[in-house]
């Protein structure tokens, strides 16, 4: 059976203050509401990672995610945060390839390919992001685009190392516009991703790979989405920033 996953990405918001109340309320509401076999990963800023490690430390179904790490394990690459550092803190999973580091950042498949090896390398766990634009959507190719994005990112692996590796699909423009895949794309995209690891990979790979759907999920979409067979959890940006309605997603399988 693979791993049920809620992961929430807080990009670049709260402030110290208000990390801490939202982490301890998730913390308080996990620990009293959440079925115990679904794994809750809270991504904040990195400057956090340290502080708020102490509160998610204790709680086993609880675990830390950074939102990057550079390709490299260390070196003069100023206001950069690598791999063992992120190790160091107590982080576990680290996203990677997420649409906003392709697009703002200039994230190349090369570079995604190095910063997976990097965070595996260290005994961290990737979040690898894929996912297609509006544009690609409404031509004919989107499904092998998005497969493409695995294959340049992932396919360099062995088939061991891949029991450590989460997938995103988040579809760009489902991404902050409000915009959701309907259960039955997001279900087609999951089965076309695990279709083409299990030709890579053979199909216990493709079956044990935990595949996450992200894009404008809240807790009113949750519960369809993660009916899904082949979704196995969301990566939750606006929604995961209230800890009622993240928590509320974490309880919708
Ligand atoms: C994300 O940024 O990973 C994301 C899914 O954002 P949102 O839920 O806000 O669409």
Request: aromatic content about 8%; proline content about 3%; some cysteine.
């Amino acid at each position: 059976m693979r791993k049920q996953l809620v992961a929430g990405n807080w990009k670049m918001n709260k402030t110290l203050d208000e990390a801490l109340i939202l982490v301890s309320e998730v913390v308080n509401m996990v620990n009293d509401e959440a079925k115990g076999d679904v794994k809750v990963v809270l991504c904040p800023p990195d400057l956090y990672l340290a502080t708020l490690a102490r509160y998610l430390e204790p709680i086993t179904q609880m675990a830390l995610g950074a939102q990057n790490c550079h390709q490299k394990a260390s070196g003069a690459y100023t206001g950069e945060v690598s791999a063992p550092m992120l190790k160091s803190v107590g982080v576990e999973y680290v996203i990677l390839g997420h649409s906003e580091r392709r697009q703002y950042f200039a994230e190349t498949d090369q570079q995604l390919a190095e910063k997976v090896d990097v965070v595996l390398e260290n005994g961290l766990k990737p979040i690898f992001c894929c996912g297609e634009s509006l544009e690609q959507r409404n031509g004919n190719d989107f499904i092998a685009f998005v497969c493409s994005q695995l294959t340049a990112g992932l396919f360099h692996l062995s088939a061991g190392q891949f029991a450590d590796v989460v997938i995103a699909y988040e579809p760009i423009w489902a991404i902050g516009t409000g915009l959701t895949a309907s259960s039955q794309q997001a279900q087609d995209m999951h089965a076309a991703l695990r279709q083409h690891l299990a030709g890579q990979y053979g199909e216990a790979v493709a079956e044990n790979t935990t595949i996450l759907y992200g894009g404008s999920c809240n807790e009113k979409n949750a519960p369809e989405l993660f009916a899904c067979p082949d979704v196995d959890g969301g990566l939750i940006g606006g929604a995961s920033l209230k800890s009622r309605e993240f928590v509320n997603i974490v309880k919708s399988f």
